[in-house]
């Protein structure tokens, strides 16, 4: 039963789903699946297997699933900027890169302060141009998703790259494990994934949100959105209407603006990442360690907001 994948915290939530319509699983056989972004010129998605090194392809079209690039560095995270180029998380290049119309790589950012990065994680672009980007540690940590390496940046930092200058500046310095981030439809607001629990007991897992400074250039330090009770939150986007997608241990969560739990989209895998697609935008894709899933919703993944 399609209604059985979804579970309502509160009656709004019934208008976002269609009980009629389940979570279907797309693809399985990874290691551990994240980064989604979906490619809406080209009607197909790709979405990092990171210990397997490589990135896959789905193709819209035709359900078909095949290799998009490997080796692949490790990458995590991706997203597609305006120009409809690929930006990536690379763990094992340590940096965040960009794939060229014409094919090529560019590397965008792999130092602050003239110190390597630790191992990018997500990013997003914003509609100015700007990346912005999480470095955790997890790509150093262990040689399972990246080269085991010792750190350089004294932690883990928030950036902001502008990359018409390459000037590479720290957004935030006080998280402890910085992973999934996103902005608000208005690109107000930037939310944070914390998910320092990984490397400390009773450590952070949760969501922060940060105010844009009125420059889009810098965030102030931000409140505590929501704390995730099973798992980590790891990747999340927000629809047209500012909720919050968010992957989590056992499902997809989705969150009220005002930081109310709506409902719950089951998924029978610990959820890395999320990423609207779809030629509507109102289709879920959900990376769940070895799968690729997705769902149909009544709402639609947002985008950057008009000039
Ligand atoms: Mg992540």
Not at 189 to 217: F, M
Not at 284 to 291: A, N, P, R, V
């Given at each position: 039963?399609p209604?059985a994948d979804?579970?309502?915290f509160?009656?709004?939530?019934?208008?976002?789903?269609?009980?009629?319509?389940g979570v279907?699983?797309?693809y399985?056989g990874?290691?551990?699946s994240?980064?989604?972004a979906y490619?809406?010129?080209?009607?197909?998605?790709?979405?990092s297997?990171?210990p397997?090194?490589?990135?896959?392809?789905f193709?819209?079209?035709?359900?078909?699933?095949?290799?998009?690039?490997?080796?692949?560095?490790?990458?995590?995270?991706?997203y597609?900027?305006?120009?409809?180029?690929l930006?990536?998380c690379?763990?094992?290049?340590?940096?965040?890169s960009?794939?060229?119309?014409?094919?090529?790589?560019?590397?965008?950012?792999?130092?602050?302060?003239?110190?390597?990065?630790?191992?990018?994680?997500?990013v997003?672009v914003k509609?100015?141009?700007?990346?912005?980007?999480?470095?955790p540690?997890?790509?150093?940590?262990?040689?399972?998703?990246?080269?085991?390496?010792?750190?350089e940046?004294?932690?883990?930092?928030?950036y902001?790259l502008d990359?018409a200058?390459?000037?590479?500046?720290?957004v935030?310095?006080d998280f402890?494990?910085?992973?999934?981030?996103?902005?608000s439809?208005d690109?107000?607001l930037?939310?944070?994934?914390?998910?320092?629990l990984?490397?400390?007991?009773?450590?952070p897992?949760?969501?922060r949100v940060?105010?844009?400074?009125?420059?889009?250039?810098?965030?102030?330090?931000?409140?505590?959105?929501?704390?995730?009770?099973?798992g980590?939150?790891?990747?999340?986007?927000?629809?047209s209407?500012?909720?919050?997608?968010?992957s989590?241990?056992?499902?997809?969560?989705?969150?009220?603006?005002?930081?109310?739990?709506?409902g719950?989209?089951?998924?029978?895998?610990?959820?890395?990442?999320?990423?609207?697609?779809?030629?509507k935008r109102?289709r879920?894709?959900i990376?769940g360690?070895?799968?690729?899933?997705a769902?149909?919703l009544n709402?639609?993944?947002?985008?950057w907001p008009?000039?």
């Amino acid at each position: 039963m399609p209604a059985a994948d979804y579970e309502i915290f509160d009656p709004r939530f019934a208008r976002l789903i269609h009980t009629n319509a389940g979570v279907e699983r797309l693809y399985s056989g990874c290691r551990w699946s994240e980064g989604p972004a979906y490619f809406a010129a080209g009607k197909y998605l790709v979405w990092s297997d990171i210990p397997n090194d490589r990135v896959m392809r789905f193709d819209e079209t035709d359900g078909s699933v095949s290799t998009f690039i490997a080796p692949a560095m490790n990458q995590n995270g991706h997203y597609v900027d305006r120009e409809g180029r690929l930006i990536s998380c690379e763990h094992r290049g340590r940096c965040v890169s960009r794939i060229e119309i014409d094919g090529t790589r560019t590397v965008l950012a792999d130092r602050y302060q003239g110190k390597r990065l630790n191992s990018p994680n997500d990013v997003v672009v914003k509609s100015d141009g700007s990346i912005w980007f999480t470095d955790p540690s997890y790509g150093i940590d262990s040689d399972y998703e990246g080269d085991a390496s010792p750190h350089e940046v004294e932690g883990c930092y928030v950036y902001r790259l502008d990359p018409a200058t390459g000037a590479l500046d720290a957004v935030a310095t006080d998280f402890e494990k910085p992973n999934g981030l996103a902005f608000s439809p208005d690109e107000r607001l930037l939310y944070i994934a914390d998910t320092g629990l990984s490397h400390r007991v009773n450590g952070p897992r949760h969501i922060r949100v940060c105010e844009v400074a009125a420059d889009g250039r810098s965030l102030g330090t931000g409140r505590l959105f929501a704390t995730c009770e099973t798992g980590l939150f790891d990747g999340f986007r927000l629809d047209s209407d500012g909720r919050i997608w968010t992957s989590s241990g056992d499902g997809v969560l989705c969150y009220h603006p005002d930081g109310t739990l709506l409902g719950k989209v089951h998924i029978p895998e610990v959820v890395a990442n999320v990423t609207f697609g779809g030629p509507k935008r109102n289709r879920l894709y959900i990376c769940g360690t070895t799968s690729l899933y997705a769902v149909m919703l009544n709402v639609r993944g947002a985008t950057w907001p008009k000039a």
